[in-house]
């Protein structure tokens, strides 16, 4: 603000070793060039060498050496002289050759005991007592002792000891006539003669408030008299007695909520948050109003407070005056907004317009603001038209008043883009955060808090667009910004700590994800609670990481907590709870719960329908998500059709070489593959692979994921070396990215060994079916539809090698069968695949009548699920047709071999015509 001016600042920081924190993350980097900085700092603490680092680059650094003799001597005769006082030379010397006296502060106290109580005639003895000590905690240790000897009262015995406790257990200080009622100890002299006796070196008055002026002081009344809780909370509760009994003023609210907070009284803090609509006013303010939710989240019953300040604000009606009352309702609007009560904020917003507009006219500066953060409240319920229309009025406001470059205007450009991007315009977005920043840079400099705001949600977009670096670089740059404004604990430093966490899972880097997540958690619950809208947002993202990484129990209930909040804070139209629902869906759909998973996509894409246009970008991730649930449940159509819009839609909002393009056309190349048809496969998964290599390299965990795909298609096609050697290097990124346990390795050792008994090396194929088993049992349980697939896998090697027992391939083909029954129900492709296997096996028994039943039930579920003429449905005749050569009968033999001739050609046809047909995705 003060570059914004003009004007010139003098900040002085002095001991800023003494500052509470670990660091020096809150300290900017650079100032402004009319910001002019002395800081004092001791030599040897953690916080000279952050401030004497080689990015910090101060034009002087003066070290300030230990006082010599001479220097000794002359502060000694000049302090001396302003109270008309000298000593001997032997005096001064006995001072001069002291081991701590090099200490300007350690001199400057023991001067000040000689001139409040030294005897000429025993002066040096007096000297003596003090040049014993070695530092200034025992120097100190002996002052107070002195002091309390001196300074007793018949009628308050520890007078002293009782002031000094009372100012070292205040917030910031004490006032004179505070400390007066407490202690009960009226008459002025000794006041007067305690403080001065104490001396400037060690307490001072500031604003009629008095407080310790050196830390060193303040550590040894604190060791002397506190050390005890119990001594500290008798202290604490004489002023919380002591305020209790006053009426309301700036003093009490600011030091009597504080010190319950400290003693922990819940229902004593809660009452008197609750208890007058002043406290409000006076607490929710820029510099404190973090304290404030800070005793919202003590008295544990938040929610309580909301509804007590619409009940105080309605009682204020009547009696505040109009400016007064319109400040208060201003002021409970934005709390509300703030503290995650949006609902309750919005009637609370309208009415602060219409009365602040009758105060001030439409066009003051005064309704610009609350037109503002009215529209905020709108964007964040996404009632995107009304937000815009509130921030045009604001922006036309403010243009009128202070010209189109000021900072008020750049508000205004970034609230517009904002809107903009969650509308899916990333252009025009973009283009009024650059308008935005411009003028926030040059009216503040590169530093300002709100240059890491725009320059956050700027990384937003490009992130939306997956431009992870630049958005990356951003975000960064954001967060260094922040931190040096407000240090670590700040919600602008969660928010870019989450929006990191997104790009790291997008990128696969799920373990710093969960880390950055986890600190931006720890951060907006300390200061929030546990039940704010950024708790929910951030709750989201670290269940999407736990679902990554098949932590599903912790994933399931993250995404519980954060729709419980959204929806009390929301209610049930609103994007972020169809979000919810999507992220359930999915995590249902990986554990197998597929009619649960449906329900939850479909509630969704319910909500976005009454929220966004039809062709809004969510649609097609919404889509997307569904049409694989469908593509397991077999209902391929409904599948293709939903990945089809999908791809129209982020093609239209994104372009064709986006990620969400190649993510569709990979789900289409699975659909083609599940219908038989390979080369239309091949060509999606080929151009989906080459799309993701371009955006995100060829170490990725989207390229091992598309590899696998593309590998799957190269067996099919009999293209066993090719399909090799993307099992291996998809095996080798997945092991990289999640670990060699993890449920992708699984899948591509199962790719792996269904290669290897093509080739005729069963046991080898038996060795990696098992090693999959194995894991995907631990990853998803025994009962999940990828533990069905790899059995199957498994029993298909065992009959292979001549293992038909019921200890063999029988057992496994019917737990499998057992499953996917579960999973799917009967009409299913996977269940006809297990029915086909024991056909199979049933036929090497030569257990011949049980073996055509179960065939034929696989033939039938077979035509139903896939289509009269799909390659499963031609090999399955082919089986029976064999079946029965091998049981004699011919006659049944040739009727079926007939049928497979005829499919065959059917499908041959049907290839041809594939293969002519421009490749229409």
């Known amino acids: 603000m003060v570059a914004a001016t003009g004007k010139e600042l003098i900040l002085l920081l002095e001991g800023i070793n003494h500052v509470e924190g670990d660091n020096l993350s809150w300290l900017p980097k650079q100032f402004p060039a009319s910001v002019k900085t002395i800081i004092s700092c001791t030599t040897g603490t953690e916080y000279y060498t952050d401030l004497t680092s080689a990015d910090r680059s101060w034009k002087n650094v003066l070290n300030i050496t230990p006082l010599t003799d001479s220097e000794k001597r002359e502060l000694i005769k000049t302090y001396l002289e302003t109270y008309s006082k000298k000593m001997s030379f032997v005096e001064t010397q006995a001072l001069v050759q002291a081991r701590a006296s090099q200490n300007p502060l350690y001199l400057r106290t023991i001067l000040h005991q000689l001139v409040m109580h030294g005897n000429y005639d025993n002066l040096l003895k007096f000297i003596e007592q003090f040049t014993i000590t070695e530092n200034l905690d025992q120097l100190f240790d002996i002052v107070l002792e002195l002091l309390e000897k001196e300074h007793r009262l018949p009628e308050a015995p520890n007078f002293m000891k009782d002031v000094l406790s009372l100012i070292g257990v205040s917030r910031y200080g004490m006032v004179e006539a505070e400390l007066v009622a407490i202690l009960k100890v009226y008459q002025q002299s000794p006041w007067s003669s305690l403080f001065a006796a104490i001396g400037p070196e060690s307490i001072f008055k500031q604003s009629g408030v008095i407080r310790f002026r050196n830390i060193r002081f303040q550590e040894a009344v604190r060791r002397r008299y506190l050390s005890k809780n119990s001594e500290e909370e008798k202290y604490r509760n004489r002023i919380v007695e002591y305020f209790a009994t006053k009426e309301i003023s700036e003093r009490k609210i600011h030091e009597f909520p504080w010190q319950l907070k400290q003693l922990s009284k819940k229902s004593e803090l809660l009452n008197f948050l609750t208890s007058d609509i002043k406290i409000l006013t006076n607490l929710y303010t820029p510099l404190t109003k973090f304290d404030f939710f800070g005793y919202l989240q003590a008295t544990g019953e938040s929610s309580k407070v909301a509804d007590a300040y619409i009940r105080l604000l309605k009682q204020q009606e009547a009696s505040a005056s109009p400016s007064e009352y319109g400040e208060m309702t201003y002021k409970a609007a934005n709390f509300l907004f703030e503290s995650g009560n949006l609902s309750l904020a919005v009637p609370i917003f309208t009415k602060a317009v219409q009365i602040l507009v009758d105060l001030h006219t439409e066009k003051s500066k005064e309704v610009a603001n609350v037109l503002y953060d009215f529209s905020l409240l709108y964007t964040q319920q996404a009632r995107y038209e009304e937000a815009e229309n509130m921030v045009d009025r604001c922006m036309k406001i403010r243009k009128n008043l202070f010209g189109s470059s000021h900072p008020k205007v750049a508000d205004c450009l970034w609230s517009k883009a904002l809107i903009k991007k969650k509308q899916s315009n990333f252009a025009d977005s973009i283009l009024l955060y650059k308008q935005a920043l411009e003028i926030v840079t040059k009216s503040f400099g590169a530093y300002h808090p709100q240059v890491a705001q725009i320059t956050k949600t700027m990384g937003d977009v490009y992130r939306l667009q997956s431009l992870y670096d630049k958005a990356t670089e951003l975000y960064e740059e954001s967060l260094a910004i922040n931190r040096s404004n407000f240090g670590n604990m700040h919600p602008s430093v969660a928010e870019c700590l989450d929006c990191l966490g997104r790009i790291s899972k997008k990128e696969g880097h799920y373990t710093r994800a969960k880390a950055l997540y986890d600190e931006a958690l720890t951060i907006l619950t300390q200061l929030y609670g546990a039940t704010h809208v950024a708790i929910a947002e951030t709750c989201m993202n670290l269940a999407d990481v736990e679902r990554k990484v098949t932590n599903f129990s912790a994933s399931e209930e993250l995404y519980k907590k954060a729709i419980r909040i959204f929806i009390h804070e929301f209610g049930t139209n609103h994007p972020d709870v169809a979000e919810c629902y999507n992220s359930m869906g999915i995590l249902y759909k990986d554990l197998g719960k597929h009619e649960e998973a449906v329900k939850y996509i479909e509630n969704g894409i319910a909500i976005l329908n009454v929220v966004f246009p039809s062709g809004h970008l969510k649609f097609a991730r919404f889509f997307n998500n569904l049409a694989d649930i469908y593509a397991i449940m077999a209902k391929f159509s409904q599948a293709k059709e939903l990945y089809l819009k999908a791809m129209k839609i982020n093609e239209a909002k994104l372009g064709t070489e986006h990620p969400e393009v190649s993510e569709n056309l990979n789900a289409i190349g699975k659909i083609e593959k599940k219908r038989g048809n390979y080369a239309e496969a091949r060509r999606c998964y080929e151009r989906s692979l080459a799309i993701v290599t371009k955006v995100y390299g060829d170490e990725h965990p989207k390229v091992a994921l598309f590899l696998h795909d593309l590998g799957v298609i190269y067996r099919k096609e009999k293209m066993f070396d090719e399909s090799w050697k993307t099992y291996s290097r998809a095996k080798e990124l997945n092991s990289i990215h999640f670990g060699e346990n993890s449920a992708a390795v699984g899948q591509n050792l199962n790719g792996l060994g269904m290669i290897l008994k093509k080739k005729g090396d069963n046991a080898g194929a038996q ?56 999973c799917f129900g009967e009409e299913h492709p996977e269940v006809a695949e297990n029915l086909n296997g024991l056909g199979q096996v049933y036929k090497n028994q030569m257990n011949y009548a049980k073996a055509e039943t179960i065939f034929k039930k696989s033939i039938e579920i077979s035509e139903r699920t896939l289509g009269t003429t799909h390659p499963h449905v031609i090999n399955r005749h082919k089986n029976l047709a064999e079946l029965y050569e091998s049981w004699g009968r011919v006659d049944d033999s040739k009727v079926v071999w007939q049928k497979y001739e005829v499919i065959k050609k059917q499908r041959e046809a049907e290839e041809v015509a594939m293969r002519n047909e421009s490749f229409r995705v």
């Open 767 to 822: 060795e990696m079916h098992e090693e999959a088993l194995r894991i995907m049992e631990r990853v998803y349980g025994p009962h999940h539809e990828k533990v069905a697939l790899t059995l199957n896998y498994l029993a298909e090697t065992a009959r292979k090698q001549g293992k038909y027992t019921y200890d063999g391939a029988e057992k496994l083909y019917n737990r499998a069968l057992e499953i996917n029954m579960r």
